[in-house]
T-cell receptor, first 112, second 114 residues
Framework: AQSVTQLGSHVSVSEGALVLLRCNYS??????LFWYVQYPNQGLQLLLK??????LVKGINGFEAEFKKSETSFHLTKPSAHMSDAAEYFCAVSTGFQKLVFGTGTRLLVSP | NAGVMQNPRHLVRRRGQEARLRCSPMKGHSHVYWYRQLPEEGLKFMVY????????ESGMPKERFSAEFPKEGPSILRIQQVVRGDSAAYFC????????????FGPGTRLTVL
């Protein structure tokens, strides 16, 4: 079975600061990993995905994530936060052609 | 290419009534997933369907909930005799069925049970 742990239900950064959202996964087979963003009262938008190609994955809006098998991690980063990045971020895992298993989410707060 | 469409966006029901949530997948997508998001929680998988078949319903409550994806028309998530605990946002996602499992999400239906 797969699972995802997102450390920190809330992360606060200042505008222009580095964003780091943590995700650790558990999977008995090589995983597919995803980061989604959710703005208030909206659906989920895919930021980026790892599907066993390059371990450093670049996504939309300047976000990227690095797959580290030895650490079972897939942390999301962005060099410089914008006010518009304030949202809920979800890490998810699947083993291919199946359901996504989501973490509990991290709310990113960006202050001026 | 229109995205995943869900309707209604908001649905209010009284306890004991039935709720029907509809999901039209993206054009060319034959795989549909339903997820439920309770307040302040992440999304929890409910059911995975392909046309006319339920593939995985391991996340569906055993009673009152059912789902279908007919040959023609949208996928339907049906909740009978709703209770207050059913109040949540219900999201549908679709995928084309290739192996990277990228799922595209709809805007959700927010169900409120009075």
């Amino acid at each position: 079975a797969q699972s995802v742990t997102q450390l920190g239900s809330h992360v606060s950064v200042s505008e222009g600061a580095l964003v780091l959202l943590r995700c650790n996964y558990s999977s008995s087979v090589p995983p597919y990993l995803f980061w989604y963003v959710q703005y208030p009262n909206q659906g989920l938008q895919l930021l980026l995905k790892y599907t066993s190609a390059a371990t450093l994955v670049k996504g939309i809006n300047g976000f990227e994530a690095e797959f580290k098998k030895s650490e079972t991690s897939f942390h999301l980063t962005k060099p410089s936060a914008h006010m518009s990045d304030a949202a809920e971020y979800f890490c998810a895992v699947s083993t291919g052609f199946q359901k996504l298993v989501f973490g509990t989410g991290t709310r990113l707060l960006v202050s001026p | 290419n229109a995205g995943v469409m869900q309707n209604p966006r908001h649905l209010v029901r009284r306890r004991g009534q039935e709720a029907r949530l509809r999901c039209s997948p993206m054009k060319g997508h034959s795989h549909v997933y339903w997820y439920r998001q309770l307040p302040e929680e992440g999304l929890k998988f409910m059911v995975y369907l392909q046309k006319e078949n339920i593939i995985d319903e391991s996340g569906m409550p055993k009673e009152r909930f059912s789902a279908e994806f007919p040959k023609e028309g949208p996928s339907i998530l049906r909740i009978q005799q709703v209770v207050r605990g059913d109040s949540a946002a219900y999201f549908c996602a679709s995928s084309p069925g290739d192996n990277n499992n990228e799922q595209f999400f709809g805007p959700g239906t927010r169900l409120t049970v009075l």
